[in-house]
Each structure stands twice: as structure tokens, then as C-alpha cells.
């Protein structure tokens, strides 16, 4: 169901007050719990696994080279998954230098272009403008001072 969101009021504007977290918090408890859980299995686990391999008449030779088969083809597969990063990276810096430094330098020139632009105008219309009237300003403050502008 929908709900409302609640407002404080402070002068004449309305600020929408935070909606309780409860359900990401929930979520969180939930995940922690699992883990937990998962962690407390995976000891207990290892545990029994060191226990049954320490009975006597254990194929633990087996296991051992069974363990060792595995071990190679992991090792295997973090190098190839070590050899497709490298790649990735490599394609990250081309792309950075042909794809993103020309964006960035046409970004800079356009900055300086419209930092010279604002400056032009600067020097060459508002500063005369801001003379111009500054000196009105004093023509007539020298006026009212000798009471000209009065009748």
C-alpha cells in the first residue's frame, strides 16, 4: 500500500522528512544471519572432514591427490582469469586515451573558449557601461549637492 510521506513545515517551504529504513535494515539482519549460519556449516564441516581423515584406514592419499587435481585447475582458471583482465585493462586504457581524452580536451577548449568570451565582454561592454553610469551617478549627485536638479 501506499504511504504518504510525512513533511516538516518551516516558513513556506515543506521538507519531506526520511521514510524509515526498516525494510533495507531487515534485509541486512537477514544476510548477516545467513552468513553466519553459512560460516558456522562451513567450519563445522571442516572440522568433521580433519576428524574422519585422522581415523585410521583413511583414504586420506586419495583425498590428498584428489585435493591437489583440484587445486591445479583452479590455479589454471585464476590464470586465465588473470589473462582476460589484462585484456580488459588494455581495452580501458585505449579507450581512455582515443575515446575520453578528445572529449575532455574539446571540453577544455570550450570552457576557454567561453572563459575568453565572458572576459571580452567584460573589458570591452560592462566595464564602459559601469563608467558610464558610475559618472551619471556623480553628475547628478553634484547636481543635487548644488541644488541645479531642484526647482
Known sequence: MYEQP???QTGN???????????????ERLVLVIAALLALALLAGMGWAIWALLQPGAPTETIRDVFIIVLALEFMLVGVTLVVMVIQLAKLVNMLQNEVRPILDSANEAANTLRG??????DKMV???VKANGAIAALRRAADMLNLGRK
Open 6 to 8: 510525512e513533511f516538516s
Open 117 to 122: 568570451t565572458a572576459q571580452f565582454l567584460s
Open 127 to 129: 566595464s564602459p557601461i
Open 13 to 27: 517551504e515543506r521538507k519531506a522528512l526520511p521514510a524509515p529504513q526498516t525494510a533495507s535494515r531487515g534485509r
